[in-house]
C-alpha cells in the first residue's frame, strides 16, 4: 500500500468529516439562535460578575448595569449577544455613581465605599487600590475583569458546543450513513473511487478559498462607513438570520450527498436495479435492504461522530496539508489501469 494511497485515504475521509462538521456547525448555529443561548449566557455572566447571591443591592445593581443602554442597546432587537468590554465599564461606573455624569476619582472612591458589603465591593475596591490613584487605570481594570469572565464564558460555550457537535454529528452520521469503517473499507480496494473523492475534495477547498479571496477583496474596496463597534456586535433580523441558516443547511447537505465519497444508504448494487437508479437517499426501502453488520455500522458512525466534534476548521486545515503532501510526492497510477 503506497503513501499516495493512504494520503489519498485521509484526505477523503477529512472531507467527509469537513462537510459533516460544517452541517453540524450550523444546526447548532440554528439552534443557538432560537434559543438565544448566547444572549442568555452574556445575561447570566454579567449577573455573576456584578451580582451577589441574591441580595437586593447586588441583584439590583446587575439589573441596571444590563439594563444599560450601553448594554441592553448594543441589539437591535431582543437581548444583546455580545458588550464590548467598554461598554459595560461605562455602564458599571454610571450605575454605580448615579447621577454624576462624569466620574472623578473622588467620586468613584466614595460610591464603592457606601456601597453595601459583598463581593462587587470587594472586587472594586482592590482594582481601585491596585490602580495607584489613577482612573483610567481603573477603567482599564475593569475592562480585563469583565474580560476575564468573557474568556471564561467562552470556554464553557466551546466546551458545551464540542458535546453539542458530537451528538449533532451522530445524528448526522447515523440518518446519512457517514460511517468511517465502510468509508475506509471501499476507498482502499476501490482506486477509482478514492480517485473521485481526493479530486472532489481538491475542488472543494479551492472553492472555498477562491470565496474567501473574494470576500477579502470585496472588503478591501468596500470605502468604510464610519459604523461603531456596538453597532457591528447589534443582532441582525432574527428571521432572515434563520432563513439564511436554513438555506445554508440545505446546501451543506446537498453538497455531501452528491459527493463521490461511499456514504449513503445505496443498495442497488446488490440488486437487480440499473446502476442509474442508485441512490443514497435515506428510504425505508434501503435502510431496510442495506447489507451490513449492525456492530461495525455503529462503531463506524461513533468515529464519525468524534471527528465531527473537532470542528470545521482543525478539518480544513489539515485537509490542506493532507492535499500539499500529496501533491508533493508521486503522481498516483491512473486507477482505470489498476482495475482493468
Known amino acids: 500500500m503506497s503513501l499516495t494511497t493512504l494520503l489519498g485515504v485521509a484526505i477523503s475521509l477529512g472531507f467527509a468529516y469537513l462537510l459533516l462538521s460544517t452541517i453540524a456547525s450550523t444546526v447548532n448555529e440554528l439552534v443557538v439562535g432560537i434559543t438565544k443561548t448566547r444572549a442568555k449566557d452574556l445575561r447570566g455572566a454579567i ?7 441574591g441580595q437586593s443591592f447586588a441583584t439590583s445593581l446587575a439589573d441596571r448595569v444590563y439594563d444599560h443602554a450601553l448594554v441592553a442597546g448594543t441589539a437591535k432587537s431582543g437581548l444583546p449577544a455580545y458588550v464590548p468590554s467598554r461598554n459595560f465599564t461605562v455602564a458599571l461606573l454610571d450605575t454605580v455613581l448615579g447621577a454624576q455624569q462624569q466620574p472623578t476619582l473622588t467620586g468613584v472612591q466614595t460610591a ?40 471564561r464564558l467562552g470556554g464553557a460555550y466551546k466546551r458545551r458546543a ?41 475542488a472543494y477547498m479551492e472553492s472555498v478559498a477562491a470565496a474567501a479571496d473574494k470576500a477579502r477583496q470585496q472588503a ?99 485537509i490542506n496539508q493532507f492535499i500539499n503532501l500529496r501533491s508533493s510526492g508521486p503522481k498516483p497510477d491512473d486507477p482505470r489501469r489498476q482495475t482493468s
Open 112 to 151: 464603592i465605599a457606601t456601597m453595601p458589603p459583598g463581593p462587587v465591593r470587594q472586587a472594586l475596591t482592590s482594582l481601585l487600590d491596585n490602580a495607584g490613584g489613577d482612573l483610567a487605570v481603573f477603567k482599564t481594570s475593569i475592562d480585563r475583569w469583565y474580560d476575564d469572565a468573557m474568556d
Open 220 to 318: 478591501a474596496d468596500t470605502p468604510a462607513t464610519g459604523t461603531t463597534q456596538t453597532e457591528t456586535a447589534a443582532t441582525p433580523d432574527t428571521v432572515a438570520q434563520l432563513k439564511d441558516i436554513h438555506q445554508r443547511l440545505l446546501d451543506e447537505i446537498g453538497t455531501l450527498t452528491a459527493s463521490p465519497l461511499p456514504i449513503g444508504w445505496e443498495t442497488c448494487v446488490e440488486t437487480a436495479k440499473p446502476k442509474v437508479d442508485c441512490t443514497k437517499a435515506v428510504t425505508l426501502e434501503n435502510v431496510r435492504h442495506f447489507r451490513t453488520p449492525i456492530l461495525p455500522m455503529i462503531a463506524g458512525w461513533l468515529l464519525t461522530a468524534i471527528a465531527v466534534s473537532f470542528g470545521g476548521p482543525f478539518w480544513f486545515d489539515l
Open 162 to 202: 464540542q458535546w453539542t457537535l458530537f451528538a449533532i454529528g451522530l445524528l448526522l452520521a447515523a440518518f446519512l450513513n457517514v460511517d468511517t469503517v465502510r468509508m475506509v473499507r471501499v476507498l482502499m480496494r476501490d482506486p477509482v473511487q478514492l480517485e473521485a473523492s481526493v479530486k472532489a475534495a481538491t
Open 47 to 53: 449577573e455573576a460578575l456584578v451580582g451577589d447571591g
